[in-house]
């Protein structure tokens, strides 16, 4: 297998920002511990003490018809200025510097017409007020359905192939920039829902941003099979760093988009077509680095002082699917990635990354080059790139993937 970037050097960990978009979450194959249970007795106190440190005061609370619950939560007092190296962290509610090319428009001189809806089910009863962010709650069944209460929110899959992994489980297609700078524009990224066949498998699409080559991560955290949109960092090769707001450290700016909840509009195959721009970029004079999804939300940032390579610059940006497939009965299970549909049927049936951009050592906005690939398994799941674009996925089980 060829190494993503330099020359067949083996996986490193180290420093990274992983971000990782539009996941399929099924549920977990971990039961819920009984409560009545001695252990569970034992660690009820630490339960308790988790969710509180979890779980800010909220100024309004609503409910999502799929189960969620949302707490607005006073700006000032999201689970990011928890963190040490943040205590004394001035937020920054907008970039000091934008790439040029990237776009943004104040919502405030947007009209209803014009701006772009980015829809999620808890929509359907509020929103949360300005000067707080929307946080989906962290319940007592989260916490035990992770192997400890310390390790609730933390890794549990690589999502980057390397030496480690069991290929015979864990599939991978992956398409990767080296040399990329600055800043990511990963355009139109169509929203599909794969179905799953077992509650222990997963299938996702996703971008990450490397300071060097390194492994990536994933972890059940939901119990549906919503796509949901979450977000995974780490500093120091994965020892620390979680999902969304779960550990302290990434900033929230934006008071309408809840991290790790799902949204209400998908793509139909051959139909009509949901699609969202995402945008990741590095604030130069601050050294932050920026969440924008379309040009009217700016979801947050990761400040530079989490990171050491990455306060320079990225070295590699990656885009791909991943799937786990459990091999039931010595059978490829029918897990779908995408659309389902392999990368040869093209437009509105295949899934797909479009527009690639990437800024290169001399600032100057292009799609993405020196690109690599790595397709684990062809005949399950397949792809297609061309200059600025990859057509991705493919139905697992079939008569070309037994």
Same mark, same amino acid.
């Given at each position: 297998?060829? *190494?993503l970037c330099g020359s067949g050097r083996r996986w490193k960990r180290a420093v990274k920002l992983t971000l990782c978009l539009f996941f399929l979450i099924p549920m977990s194959s971990v039961g819920i511990r009984n409560p009545n249970t001695i252990f569970d007795k034992k660690q009820k106190l630490e339960v308790q003490k988790q969710l509180k440190r979890l779980n800010k005061p909220a100024l309004k609370t609503m409910k999502s018809p799929n189960r969620d619950i949302i707490d607005c939560v006073d700006i000032k007092n999201q689970p990011a200025f928890d963190h040490p190296l943040l205590k004394n962290h001035t937020i920054q509610m907008r970039p000091s510097f934008y790439p040029e090319g990237l776009l943004f428009k104040e919502s405030n001189n947007v009209s209803s017409n014009s701006k772009p809806k980015i829809t999620q089910p808890w929509h359907l009863n509020g929103r949360c007020p300005e000067g707080t962010i929307p946080i989906r709650r962290t319940k007592e069944e989260d916490l035990l359905r992770a192997s400890s209460v310390a390790n609730y929110g933390r890794k549990k899959y690589d999502i980057i192939p390397n030496d480690d992994i069991d290929y015979s489980t864990h599939e991978f297609l992956v398409c990767s920039a080296c040399r990329a700078r600055r800043y990511v524009? +990963? /355009?139109?990224?169509r929203q599909w829902n794969p179905q799953v066949q077992e509650q222990n498998e997963f299938s996702l699409a996703q971008f990450w941003i490397s300071g060097v080559d390194n492994n990536g991560v !994933? !972890? &059940?955290?939901?119990?549906? !099979?919503s796509t949901r949109?979450?977000? @995974? +960092? #780490? /500093?120091n090769g994965y020892q620390s760093g979680c999902y969304n707001l779960e550990c302290p450290g990434f900033v929230q700016t934006d008071n309408q988009i809840a991290l790790g909840t799902s949204f209400t509009a998908y793509s139909d195959y051959g139909g009509a077509q949901s699609s969202l721009n995402y945008f990741v970029f590095k604030d130069n004079v601050h050294g932050h680095w920026w969440l924008q999804l379309a040009d009217t939300y700016l979801v947050g940032y990761w400040p530079s002082s989490l990171f050491s390579v990455l306060s320079n610059s990225a070295t590699r940006v990656s885009w791909g699917g991943e799937v786990i497939n459990k091999n039931i009965g010595g059978q490829h299970t029918t897990t779908q990635m995408g659309s389902g549909h392999l990368a040869e049927e093209? *437009? #509105? =049936?295949?899934? &797909? @990354?479009q527009n690639l951009k990437v800024i290169d050592d001399e600032l100057v906005l292009r799609g993405p080059r020196d690109n690599h690939e790595i397709v684990t398994h062809p005949n399950c799941y397949n792809l297609l790139k061309g200059d600025d674009f990859i057509y991705y996925g493919? *139905?697992? =089980?079939?008569?070309n993937c037994p």
């Amino acid at each position: 297998m060829a *190494p993503l970037c330099g020359s067949g050097r083996r996986w490193k960990r180290a420093v990274k920002l992983t971000l990782c978009l539009f996941f399929l979450i099924p549920m977990s194959s971990v039961g819920i511990r009984n409560p009545n249970t001695i252990f569970d007795k034992k660690q009820k106190l630490e339960v308790q003490k988790q969710l509180k440190r979890l779980n800010k005061p909220a100024l309004k609370t609503m409910k999502s018809p799929n189960r969620d619950i949302i707490d607005c939560v006073d700006i000032k007092n999201q689970p990011a200025f928890d963190h040490p190296l943040l205590k004394n962290h001035t937020i920054q509610m907008r970039p000091s510097f934008y790439p040029e090319g990237l776009l943004f428009k104040e919502s405030n001189n947007v009209s209803s017409n014009s701006k772009p809806k980015i829809t999620q089910p808890w929509h359907l009863n509020g929103r949360c007020p300005e000067g707080t962010i929307p946080i989906r709650r962290t319940k007592e069944e989260d916490l035990l359905r992770a192997s400890s209460v310390a390790n609730y929110g933390r890794k549990k899959y690589d999502i980057i192939p390397n030496d480690d992994i069991d290929y015979s489980t864990h599939e991978f297609l992956v398409c990767s920039a080296c040399r990329a700078r600055r800043y990511v524009l +990963w /355009n139109e990224c169509r929203q599909w829902n794969p179905q799953v066949q077992e509650q222990n498998e997963f299938s996702l699409a996703q971008f990450w941003i490397s300071g060097v080559d390194n492994n990536g991560v !994933y !972890y &059940h955290l939901f119990q549906d !099979y919503s796509t949901r949109l979450f977000t @995974f +960092w #780490t /500093n120091n090769g994965y020892q620390s760093g979680c999902y969304n707001l779960e550990c302290p450290g990434f900033v929230q700016t934006d008071n309408q988009i809840a991290l790790g909840t799902s949204f209400t509009a998908y793509s139909d195959y051959g139909g009509a077509q949901s699609s969202l721009n995402y945008f990741v970029f590095k604030d130069n004079v601050h050294g932050h680095w920026w969440l924008q999804l379309a040009d009217t939300y700016l979801v947050g940032y990761w400040p530079s002082s989490l990171f050491s390579v990455l306060s320079n610059s990225a070295t590699r940006v990656s885009w791909g699917g991943e799937v786990i497939n459990k091999n039931i009965g010595g059978q490829h299970t029918t897990t779908q990635m995408g659309s389902g549909h392999l990368a040869e049927e093209g *437009p #509105t =049936r295949a899934s &797909h @990354f479009q527009n690639l951009k990437v800024i290169d050592d001399e600032l100057v906005l292009r799609g993405p080059r020196d690109n690599h690939e790595i397709v684990t398994h062809p005949n399950c799941y397949n792809l297609l790139k061309g200059d600025d674009f990859i057509y991705y996925g493919g *139905p697992g =089980r079939s008569l070309n993937c037994p």
